[in-house]
């Protein structure tokens, strides 16, 4: 993949993030990759921008697969993870409290907070330690970030709705 990680051609080239229509087609592609996993009863638990490369022709990968787990159960509802794995700053509050266990739910939260990355050049509470990160995720100020951001009205309601559930 030619063209690196979309983490370092957003640090070199968009330090305030990707414009809307290049994250759609970049989230529409990385889906792919998820949802295939989830089908064959992985989950990835890192999906972020320094894991998503892209090709010289602009196709996109997922990649990193190193904490990625897999169980085998009939019952996709009783599929139920343990332990921490990923990123401080992509990971699920469920994963974080991993004694409760965690489905696939947690890829759909790191898509999210890469949607957030993406738009704004780099994740929620980044500017903090990454362990302090993982507490604030359950308090206020996480919150307040959606709300505070900068240029919020270049993003589409659609987009706004999107990411509303992170």
Request: positive net charge.
């Amino acid at each position: 993949m030619s063209g690196g990680s979309l983490q370092s051609i957003i640090s070199s080239s968009f330090p305030d993030g990707l414009p809307e229509p290049c994250i759609a087609i970049v989230l529409r592609e990385t889906l792919n990759a998820p949802m295939y996993l989830h089908d064959q009863g992985q989950v990835h638990r890192d999906i972020k921008a320094g894991n998503i490369l892209v090709a010289s022709d602009g196709s996109i990968k997922l990649s990193d697969f190193d904490v990625s787990a897999s169980i085998y159960e009939p019952n996709p509802s009783s599929r139920k993870f343990n332990g921490v794995a990923g990123t401080p700053y992509w990971m699920a509050p469920e994963v974080i409290h991993s004694h409760t266990g965690y489905s696939f739910k947690a890829d759909i939260w790191t898509f999210g907070i890469t949607a957030l990355e993406l738009s704004h050049g780099r994740p929620p509470l980044s500017h903090l330690p990454p362990s302090k990160s993982l507490v604030m995720k359950f308090a206020t100020k996480f919150q307040d970030y959606r709300k505070n951001t900068k240029d919020k009205s270049k993003f589409s309601k659609n987009f706004k709705e999107m990411i509303k559930v992170v």
